[in-house]
């Protein structure tokens, strides 16, 4: 019943890797999004975006870039990865449009930067 | 962009109803009140969304009133297992591109004593 898939749980990368974090979603959703979450700050978007090859900085793209070539997938990528980039990251999916509609939420990657 | 204020935590015991009031005071013509719950780990979960007057489901009720500023879930009879952090979010969720609205705030963490 897995919906949104983040391709790992645990990561542990080292300083000035390029990182590459993945999401697919399998509910056809148009609009895809990655957000990080840290204590006391709560959930911050980073990036997202609403259609293929379309995407829009959020509130702290810096540092980040992403890259959505096929529907399904929205990949978040940390050019030369940072110890302040050590966070737990969340990628969501939801569809354009209708009042019943939600984020469905991966079940999240924790990326540790050494 | 409406901005929400939750309480920071509240605690409950089993058996009991909880009531999370969540204040949006500049919330738009076009917003919506969305619900989630977040375990810890996990990615938050989309529990219930609203417009005006009540919504029900299996899970929770929203209750908005007429003016809107303000919203509460109610979750009935809780249980250990909903021990949680709720997030209370206000946007328009119906428009393409819309993501920059939806921005989650610090939550209430819930915790239910025995």
């Known amino acids: ?114 | 962009l409406a901005k929400t204020t939750q309480p920071i935590s509240m605690d409950s015991y089993e058996g009991q109803e909880v009531n999370i009031t969540c204040s949006h005071n500049n919330i738009a013509t076009n917003d919506y009140i969305t619900w989630y719950q977040q375990f810890p780990s996990q990615g938050p979960r989309f529990i219930i969304q609203g417009y005006k007057t009540k919504v029900t489901n299996e899970v929770a009720s929203l209750f908005i009133p007429a003016d809107r500023k303000s919203s509460t879930l109610s979750l009935p009879r809780v249980s250990l297992s909903d021990t949680a952090v709720y997030y209370c979010l206000v946007g328009d969720a119906a428009l393409r591109g819309s993501a920059r609205q939806l921005t989650f705030g610090s939550g209430t963490q819930l915790t239910v004593l025995p």
């Open chain 1, 1 to 114: 019943d897995v919906k949104v898939t983040q391709s790992s749980r645990y990561l542990v990368k080292r300083t000035g890797e390029k990182v590459f974090l993945e999401c697919v979603q399998d509910m056809d959703h148009e609009n895809m999004f990655w957000y990080r979450q840290d204590p006391g700050l709560g959930l911050r978007l980073i990036y997202f975006s609403y259609d293929v090859k379309m995407k829009e900085k959020g509130d702290i793209p810096e540092g980040y870039s992403v890259s959505r070539e096929k529907k399904e997938r929205f990949s978040l990528i940390l050019e030369s990865a940072s110890t302040n980039q050590t966070s737990m990251y969340l990628c969501a999916s939801s569809t354009h449009g209708g009042a019943e509609n939600g984020y469905t939420f991966g079940s999240g990657t924790r990326l540790t930067v050494v």
